[in-house]
């Protein structure tokens, strides 16, 4: 009879992935961090097309939020083309 549970192995086994993934976020300068959503928000992410309507499960809104993430620099690109940091902003239309 092997002193080693199943229970057991499995517990190493998902300390071992922990670890490598710790060592890959490390590796690549990655941060491993907790996020609170809003109700408004999770709507704003299922308008946007990137979390499912309805979809509740962590790894749902984990992904939608990483999907919007990664979005921001082509957008900062686009809106850096449109408006230079250099010049001033167009405030046309804006006075009452």
Known sequence: MSSVTMGDEQRRQLARERVE??????????????????????????????LERGARDKDAIASAIMRFLNATSPVATVGDALWPADEEPCDEGLAA
Not at 39 to 44: E, N, T, Y
Request: net charge positive; hydrophobic share 45%; no cysteine.
């Open 21 to 50: 993934a710790f060592r890959t976020r490390r590796r690549t300068g990655r941060l491993l961090v907790p996020v609170e959503v809003s109700p408004l928000q999770l709507a704003g992410l299922e308008r946007l097309g990137l």
